[in-house]
């Protein structure tokens, strides 16, 4: 029988929606979910290691490696690139491991152009969440507050469209919870179980 | 905005397989789902509630019930009428909690046609888990009862198709837990949110 794949999960968000503290939250507890390693070309900081913290690389190599179509997706900040080496992650779902990959919205997008068969889970901004909480009559903003936190919500409803799940981080630990619960619930899948226990049947 | 339905979830899969074993354990688990109460033409025994238990019966009642469309499903067990009053799943529905319904395979794919939209969840029988283990090395079974599970496997696996997920109840408690998961997995899926968010901000 073959190995079953594991499943590539991709978190993201607008920026400031704290997927760095949820994807953080999530490696402190029991999973058996993997990790995505990014490259970049920022020096090392004291105590990071090659290989375990990022794949540290010249500027030369990592030209190369978009040239090479070697990332899934990449960007660069201040003046320093960084991306998610594909053959990691390719790797590690080979294996039948599942792996996070905690991404901008810009890169999420590129990702699922390759990897459409990706988990995509959309974590929502404490804006939507106030939003929501103010209209069912619990919050205490302004209206002002209130109509630019409006403007903001709609262009972060327009990102979720291409998302599987959204979830919403009003507390970590529970938005934890829900991340774990996707996974769980996704290797339930049907459509994922189905062909390979009918090989089973079959191949006998 | 209007209130949020709840989901429809209906726990199903072959005879033998501990549907009830597993639903009893979820009931004692804190969670928000409601439980279906079925209706039926037999006899209360010592202690049943009408209406906790079962909503019993007469049987011209219940023939009544089937001709005015009232049940979801229903089946004639022993000479009595078993069956799901639609009524008080939609009510539990828009109320906004979710609801289990946990019946026969015939019955589900009843449900099936009349709910979409449910989640259709299908308890993997022992057979089919004792058959991947062999197959992976961990069986201890002759190859003669492997034979007969394995004519078994084929029909449960033809039984799969129309389920969305599928929970191995290998033990009940990890079979609890992937049920719970789905549920919030489920509530957490991008369609069932998306519009309720676009109606947020485009109402204000």
């Given at each position: 029988?073959?190995?079953?794949?594991?499943?590539?999960?991709?978190?993201?968000?607008?920026?400031?929606?704290?997927?760095?503290?949820?994807?953080?939250?999530?490696?402190?507890?029991?999973?058996?979910i993997?990790?995505?390693?990014?490259?970049?070309?920022?020096?090392?900081?004291?105590?990071?290691?090659?290989?375990?913290?990022?794949?540290?690389?010249?500027?030369?190599?990592?030209?190369?490696?978009?040239?090479?179509?070697?990332?899934?997706?990449?960007?660069?900040?201040?003046?320093?690139?960084?991306?998610?080496?594909?053959?990691?992650?390719?790797?590690?779902?080979?294996?039948?491991d599942?792996?996070?990959?905690e991404?901008?919205?810009?890169?999420?997008?590129?990702?699922?152009?390759?990897?459409?068969?990706?988990?995509?889970?959309?974590?929502?901004?404490?804006?939507?969440?106030?939003?929501?909480?103010?209209?069912?009559?619990r919050?205490?903003?302004?209206?002002?507050?209130?109509?630019?936190?409006?403007?903001?919500?709609?262009?972060?409803?327009?990102?979720?469209?291409?998302?599987?799940y959204?979830?919403?981080?009003d507390?970590?630990a529970?938005?934890?919870?829900?991340?774990?619960?996707?996974?769980?619930?996704?290797?339930?899948?049907?459509e994922?179980?189905?062909?390979?226990?009918?090989?089973?049947?079959?191949?006998?």
């Amino acid at each position: 029988m073959e190995k079953e794949k594991g499943l590539l999960i991709v978190l993201s968000g607008p920026a400031g929606v704290g997927k760095g503290t949820v994807c953080g939250a999530l490696r402190k507890e029991q999973t058996n979910i993997q990790y995505s390693v990014s490259a970049t070309t920022r020096q090392p900081r004291k105590g990071e290691v090659d290989g375990v913290n990022y794949f540290f690389k010249e500027k030369e190599e990592f030209e190369e490696m978009i040239k090479n179509q070697e990332l899934l997706e990449w960007a660069e900040y201040v003046g320093n690139y960084y991306g998610t080496p594909i053959d990691y992650v390719r790797q590690t779902l080979d294996q039948g491991d599942d792996i996070i990959l905690e991404i901008e919205v810009q890169g999420a997008s590129k990702v699922r152009d390759r990897f459409p068969e990706g988990i995509f889970i959309f974590l929502m901004p404490p804006s939507l969440v106030e939003l929501r909480n103010r209209i069912v009559g619990r919050g205490t903003e302004t209206e002002d507050v209130i109509d630019k936190r409006m403007t903001v919500a709609k262009e972060e409803i327009e990102m979720m469209k291409r998302y599987d799940y959204v979830v919403e981080n009003d507390e970590v630990a529970l938005a934890v919870e829900r991340i774990k619960a996707i996974v769980t619930a996704e290797h339930c899948k049907r459509e994922r179980l189905f062909e390979k226990y009918k090989q089973l049947v079959e191949v006998q």
